[in-house]
């Protein structure tokens, strides 16, 4: 497993920007965002595999959210665009050594403690 430290989560009025980062401890992993919010399942955002080759979005965030990452850094980012209400939730990156599935949750096996992201109207 990897350990994951997100950061950058915050208050942003709607239409408004956020970056969000995730530090990686040990091996480079394939990466994914995830959120949660207030009495709702945790859903997948993006993810993006080792080489940053490949990504993928979930149809909400698609054109508005860019995943990235920096190897050399052992960062992967969220850039989030055009923030809206819904947006509202703890966002939580994870780690997989396989991508097959990058939207399923069970796919993953390290995850970080996550970080609030809160978009007001």
């Known amino acids: 497993q990897v350990q994951l430290i997100e950061s950058g989560g915050g208050l942003v009025q709607a239409g408004g920007s956020l970056r969000l980062s995730c530090a990686a401890s040990g091996r480079t992993y394939n990466m994914g965002w995830f959120r949660q919010a207030p009495g709702k399942e945790r859903e997948f955002v993006a993810a993006?595999?080792?080489?940053?080759?490949?990504?993928y979005y979930a149809d909400s965030v698609k054109d508005r959210f860019t995943i990235s990452r920096d190897n050399a850094q052992n960062t992967v980012y969220l850039h989030m665009n055009g923030l809206k209400p819904e947006d509202t939730a703890v966002y939580y990156c994870?780690?997989?050594?396989?991508?097959?599935?990058?939207?399923?949750?069970?796919?993953?096996?390290?995850w970080g403690q996550g970080t609030q992201v809160t978009v007001s109207s």
């Open positions: 993006i595999s080792r080489n940053s080759g490949i990504t």
């Open positions: 994870a780690g997989t050594l396989y991508l097959a599935l990058p939207s399923k949750l069970d796919a993953y096996n390290s």
